[in-house]
């Protein structure tokens, strides 16, 4: 089936393709035209077609009509003044019995529309019994227009008529958009500035001696207009406008249009594959602890939760996934983390978004130090409850593992230590929150390894012993610094002393102590450790 299916999408591809490009041919005038010999005329009827009569013996469709076909032709009088026409051609046996043929157009909502071509009695007696080709377009048809073409005889025999629907071409074809006026709409081309966020549109081939409307436009099932929009009028010499854009969007549109009633639109959208500005806008309801997406613009891709790992990979979390068309989206019961991601899938592509990784979040793991000691504490900003177990790495098994689950509740702004087991170093716990559906692991690790001497005991006396220690020193450094003093001291007395020593006193300094008379029972006399110009006076008792 698959095959096939692609066989025929290829074949209406190529159809597509051909109908788009495909020139029309040109006639100056519409005629009917019959083989060389008959002599025959048209003239259009508007009148309710004639009731039938019952067909003379042997007479059927397939011995009247053969080789019926209908194509679409142009008729111009001038540049961008051009109509279509319906060209009907078939071969008819002639018999004494058909005097003509009536080709008649019908099409929902409109007028059944005939054309009668009669043969000229002379001729048709002359050229009886034989193949005749007869060719008419002269009936207007619109562009896309679905008409159900008939082929009877004149008179109308009952059950003798051929019947077929045409589509005629649409304002798809090239053609048409640069002849037709129904389906001119301009060529639209722009020049992209990202800086100032502006496109400059310059329209060319548009309607002519008729102003001309542009503007942007978000895409959809209708193109609804942004507020950007301009009317560039017929006398202007340069058919150029600036359009103001907010967002570079994949459904933003340049939409362009002649200033006349119901007049086709023709569009182009600039960023039509930049699909990566459409994963933005993510919020988070913290009330209902809910994350709301809504895409800008209408996109088929798929939307889930990860939880974002340190290697830089995104784990998809089970139960996640949603399709995207043009609703919102939510995700209920969502704990906020700056880890927990959203993944946007379109075919082969996708785009990871983190709206929490900025910080945000109700609870987290800390890492503390008590007596010298490091500790994992759990502090929730909300009453939640959590799963709580060691997360194992080893080498033969290089990935986190979890083992020997506990779960507890933690109230809010009460923090809670977890019980690290007895173990102090390289030690990690995996921290989960239950009671949400959403939800991403937290995992924290001690690093600091203690020694025995690091235990809280040894801690105690630790803090006896040290600053006894710094007493003691302190002890020793003053008196070391007091017995310095007191030996400069005595180095500088026994100087002193050995300078006095020796200078000996004159005779006449010791006649003149001799001659002192005693006061009051005790002698004054001068020292006789004499140093440069500095005397001394010892009281000597008697």
């Given at each position: 089936?698959?095959?096939?299916?692609?066989?025929?999408?290829?074949?209406?591809?190529?159809?597509?393709?051909?109908?788009?490009?495909?020139?029309?041919?040109?006639?100056?005038?519409?005629?009917?035209?019959?083989?060389?010999?008959?002599?025959?005329?048209?003239?259009?009827?508007?009148?309710?077609?004639?009731?039938?009569?019952?067909?003379?013996?042997?007479?059927?469709?397939?011995?009247?009509?053969?080789?019926?076909?209908?194509?679409?032709?142009?008729?111009?009088?001038?540049?961008?003044?051009?109509?279509?026409?319906?060209?009907?051609?078939?071969?008819?046996?002639?018999?004494?019995?058909?005097?003509?043929?009536?080709?008649?157009?019908?099409?929902?909502?409109?007028?059944?529309?005939?054309?009668?071509?009669?043969?000229?009695?002379?001729?048709?007696?002359?050229?009886?019994?034989?193949?005749?080709?007869?060719?008419?377009?002269?009936?207007?048809?619109?562009?896309?227009?679905?008409?159900?073409?008939?082929?009877?005889?004149?008179?109308?025999?009952?059950?003798?008529?051929?019947?077929?629907?045409?589509?005629?071409?649409?304002?798809?074809?090239?053609?048409?958009?640069?002849?037709?006026?129904?389906?001119?709409?301009?060529?639209?081309?722009?020049?992209?500035?990202?800086?100032k966020k502006e496109l400059t549109v310059n329209v060319s081939d548009?309607?002519?001696?008729?102003?001309?409307?542009?503007?942007?436009?978000?895409?959809?099932?209708?193109?609804?207009?942004?507020?950007?929009?301009?009317?560039?009028?017929?006398?202007?010499?340069?058919?150029?406008?600036?359009?103001?854009?907010?967002?570079?969007?994949?459904?933003?549109?340049?939409?362009?249009w002649s200033a006349v009633m119901d007049?086709?639109?023709?569009?182009?959208?600039?960023?039509?594959?930049?699909?990566?500005?459409?994963?933005?806008?993510?919020?988070?309801?913290?009330?209902?602890?809910?994350?709301?997406?809504?895409?800008?613009?209408?996109?088929?891709?798929?939307?889930?939760?990860?939880?974002?790992?340190?290697?830089?990979?995104?784990?998809?979390?089970?139960?996640?996934?949603?399709?995207?068309?043009?609703?919102?989206?939510?995700?209920?019961?969502?704990?906020?983390?700056?880890?927990?991601?959203?993944?946007?899938?379109?075919?082969?592509?996708?785009?990871?978004?983190?709206?929490?990784?900025?910080?945000?979040?109700?609870?987290?793991?800390?890492?503390?130090?008590?007596?010298?000691?490091?500790?994992?504490?759990?502090?929730?900003?909300?009453?939640?409850?959590?799963?709580?177990?060691?997360?194992?790495?080893?080498?033969?098994?290089?990935?986190?593992?979890?083992?020997?689950?506990?779960?507890?509740?933690?109230?809010?702004?009460?923090?809670?230590?977890?019980?690290?087991?007895?173990?102090?170093?390289?030690?990690?716990?995996?921290?989960?929150?239950?009671?949400?559906?959403?939800?991403?692991?937290?995992?924290?690790?001690?690093?600091?390894?203690?020694?025995?001497?690091?235990?809280?005991?040894?801690?105690?006396?630790?803090?006896?012993?040290?600053?006894?220690?710094?007493?003691?020193?302190?002890?020793?450094?003053?008196?070391?610094?007091?017995?310095?003093?007191?030996?400069?001291?005595?180095?500088?007395?026994?100087?002193?002393?050995?300078?006095?020593?020796?200078?000996?006193?004159?005779?006449?300094?010791?006649?003149?102590?001799?001659?002192?008379?005693?006061?009051?029972?005790?002698?004054?006399?001068?020292?006789?450790?004499?140093?440069?110009?500095?005397?001394?006076?010892?009281?000597?008792?008697?």
């Open positions: 089936m698959i095959p096939w299916l692609a066989l025929l999408m290829s074949y209406h591809c190529l159809i597509g393709v051909a109908a788009e490009n495909t020139q029309l041919e040109r006639i100056e005038r519409c005629q009917t035209r019959c083989s060389q010999g008959l002599s025959c005329k048209s003239r259009p009827e508007f009148w309710f077609a004639p009731v039938c009569q019952d067909a003379p013996t042997g007479l059927t469709s397939n011995t009247v009509f053969h080789n019926v076909s209908i194509s679409t032709v142009m008729r111009c009088e001038e540049k961008q003044k051009c109509t279509l026409h319906l060209r009907i051609q078939t071969v008819v046996d002639l018999m004494d019995s058909v005097h003509g043929v009536s080709i008649c157009t019908n099409s929902a909502g409109m007028m059944t529309n005939c054309q009668t071509i009669h043969f000229n009695k002379a001729s048709r007696r002359l050229m009886s019994g034989l193949p005749v080709k007869i060719e008419n377009d002269c009936t207007e048809v619109s562009p896309n227009q679905q008409l159900q073409v008939t082929v009877k005889t004149v008179p109308s025999y009952c059950g003798i008529s051929w019947s077929s629907m045409y589509h005629a071409p649409g304002c798809i074809n090239k053609d048409l958009r640069k002849n037709v006026p129904e389906c001119i709409t301009g060529t639209l081309s722009y020049i992209e500035n990202p800086v548009m309607l002519q001696d008729h102003d001309y409307h542009l503007r942007l436009c978000h895409k959809d099932f209708i193109c609804t207009g942004t507020g950007a929009h301009t009317l560039l009028k017929k006398e202007q010499p340069s058919k150029t406008a600036v359009l103001p854009y907010s967002r570079p969007l994949p459904c933003l549109c340049i939409e362009g007049a086709p639109r023709v569009q182009v959208c600039p960023f039509k594959d930049r699909l990566e500005e459409l994963w933005f806008g993510i919020t988070f309801d913290p009330l209902e602890e809910a994350l709301i997406w809504e895409p800008a613009c209408p996109v088929t891709a798929v939307a889930g939760l990860c939880e974002k790992k340190e290697g830089g990979d995104c784990v998809d979390l089970p139960d996640s996934l949603q399709n995207i068309s043009r609703e919102k989206i939510m995700f209920a019961k969502v704990d906020p983390q700056p880890q927990l991601c959203m993944k946007f899938t379109a075919g082969s592509q996708s785009w990871i978004r983190c709206p929490f990784a900025d910080g945000i979040k109700v609870w987290d793991v800390i890492v503390s130090k008590r007596h010298g000691q490091e500790e994992l504490q759990i502090l929730s900003q909300v009453t939640a409850r959590f799963s709580v177990g060691p997360w194992v790495t080893s080498a033969e098994s290089p990935v986190g593992q979890m083992t020997d689950m506990t779960f507890l509740e933690v109230e809010k702004h009460k923090p809670i230590e977890l019980d690290l087991k007895g173990r102090q170093c390289n030690f990690c716990q995996q921290v989960k929150r239950i009671d949400v559906k959403y939800a991403a692991t937290v995992v924290r690790c001690t690093k600091l390894c203690m020694s025995k001497l690091s235990s809280p005991a040894s801690y105690a006396s630790t803090g006896i012993i040290i600053p006894a220690a710094a007493c003691i020193s302190c002890i020793v450094v003053i008196t070391l610094v007091l017995w310095l003093l007191l030996m400069v001291f005595r180095r500088r007395k026994e100087k002193r002393r050995g300078v006095c020593l020796s200078e000996k006193p004159t005779d006449t300094e010791i006649s003149e102590v001799q001659s002192h008379r005693s006061v009051r029972g005790r002698v004054l006399m001068p020292d006789p450790l004499k140093c440069g110009n500095n005397e001394k006076a010892n009281l000597l008792l008697n």
